[in-house]
Nanobody, 128 residues
Framework: QVQLVESGGGLVQAGGSLRLSCAAS????????MGWFRQAPGKEREFVAR????????VHADSVKGRFTISRDNAKNTVYLQMNSLKPEDTAVYYC?????????????????????WGQGTQVTVSS
């Protein structure tokens, strides 16, 4: 199995930036994609961004396009989420996820059910 540990969350003012990191360990050789989801209190966990491990193709949710960027470092088995121009509505617990399933299609890995492993989450709070 795969273990995921997120870091980098914190409190920032609107318009500020944060970079989240997710370090993967364990059977990472079987990972096809990693992604970020977020969950605000009382709301469902929603897709933020994902990246295929081989090739590095990315998908970003419409709500974060142009502000957030997902990237990876293969050598470190780490995925990042660079968050710029943060808004109060970005406040949530951000979760890293990994998938050992090989889905095809440009839009794959945008559903929670497509992931097998999840981190504990890291809190991001954006003040107005």
């Amino acid at each position: 199995q795969v273990q995921l540990v997120e870091s980098g969350g914190g409190l920032v003012q609107a318009g500020g930036s944060l970079r989240l990191s997710c370090a993967a360990s364990g059977r990472t050789f079987s990972t096809y994609a990693m992604g970020w989801f977020r969950q605000a209190p009382g709301k469902e966990r929603e897709f933020v961004a994902r990246i295929r491990w081989s090739g590095g193709s990315t998908v970003h949710a419409d709500s974060v396009k142009g502000r957030f960027t997902i990237s990876r470092d293969n050598a470190k088995n780490t995925v990042y989420l660079q968050m710029n121009s943060l808004k109060p509505e970005d406040t949530a617990v951000y979760y890293c996820a990994a998938s050992s399933q090989n889905y095809g299609g440009a839009g794959a890995y945008t559903w929670r059910a497509q992931y097998d492993y999840w981190g504990q989450g890291t809190q991001v709070t954006v003040s107005s």
